[in-house]
């Protein structure tokens, strides 16, 4: 489950991702979601924003490695990372999450593999999806679908400059780089992954236009692919009237959705 942008200072394990994660581990699902900020005796970010942006593709690919690799992980007694590195907002999310327990062992099937991304956490899951070429099933929130760098620079009013350094750093970069290259939206063609997209119509941090205008270059590619007889995309966009970022009021039915996605494409 791979979260949206939470400043470092109000972020705590869990933050974006614990709500939908408790319905999903409900439902029988295992959930892992990487917080990229040090907690729990992981690599804390670097000191230079602009590569945590660059870098938290490789970092979910990383993850997804080490699952494939060891399969089975040792659950800590109480919970004890996530009680210790959790801030007092989070009280009762923690609560929920650390009852007295032993340790004990999870098993995880690398070939029943899904992503889960809200916001920003959406692009960098299709950017992952198109690094690996995979076809990993993927249910995205909110997501950030438009192209570089005006993914970034569409945010950066809010930062303390008003986005004065962000600018500068894109004309620099653009100098020797072609931001194609980094754009998701120019890589389609490596994507393989089923990907189910939920929004809402009053969400002002990331438009709705914005994943219509993905489902528009979707069916672009595949009117590409079906040209050079290759296997479409299979892409399902649902709209939820009067639903904000966090898709509240529309919450119940989206995450009931994810359940029926997961369940199909999991084969479950």
Not at 8 to 32: K, L, R, W
Not at 136 to 148: D, K
């Amino acid at each position: 489950m791979i979260r949206g942008y939470v400043p470092a200072e109000n972020y705590f394990p869990g933050n974006g991702t614990a709500h939908a994660a408790a319905v999903f581990a409900q439902a029988g699902f295992v959930t892992i979601a990487p917080d990229f900020l040090g907690y729990g005796a992981s690599d804390p970010e670097s000191d230079d924003p602009w590569l945590n942006r660059f870098i938290k593709p490789l970092n979910v690919i990383d993850l997804l490695l080490a699952i494939r690799q060891e399969k089975t992980f040792l659950l800590p007694p109480n919970n004890s990372l996530l009680a210790d590195s959790a801030s007092q907002s989070s009280t009762k999310i923690t609560q929920q999450l650390t009852v007295a327990q032993d340790s004990y062992q999870i098993s995880i099937n690398p070939e029943k593999i899904a992503f889960w991304g809200h916001s920003n956490g959406g692009q960098i899951t299709v950017s992952v999806l198109e690094i690996l070429g995979e076809k990993i099933p993927a249910s995205l929130w909110a997501p950030v679908l438009v192209p570089f760098p005006y993914s970034i620079l569409y945010f950066s009013d809010e930062e303390a400059d008003e986005g004065k350094q962000s600018r500068q750093f894109i004309a620099n970069f653009e100098k020797d780089y072609d931001v194609f290259d980094f754009s998701l939206s120019k890589h389609l063609d490596l994507l393989k992954a089923d990907l189910q997209v939920q929004h809402g119509s009053n969400d002002d941090s990331a438009l709705l236009s914005w994943s219509q205008e993905f489902a528009s270059k979707i069916t672009a590619e595949n009117k590409r692919r079906q040209a050079e007889n290759i296997e479409p995309l299979q892409f399902t966009l649902i709209p939820y009237a009067g639903a904000d970022h966090n898709l509240n009021g529309a919450w119940n039915s989206a995450v009931q959705q994810d359940l029926t996605f997961y369940r199909k494409e999991l084969a479950l």
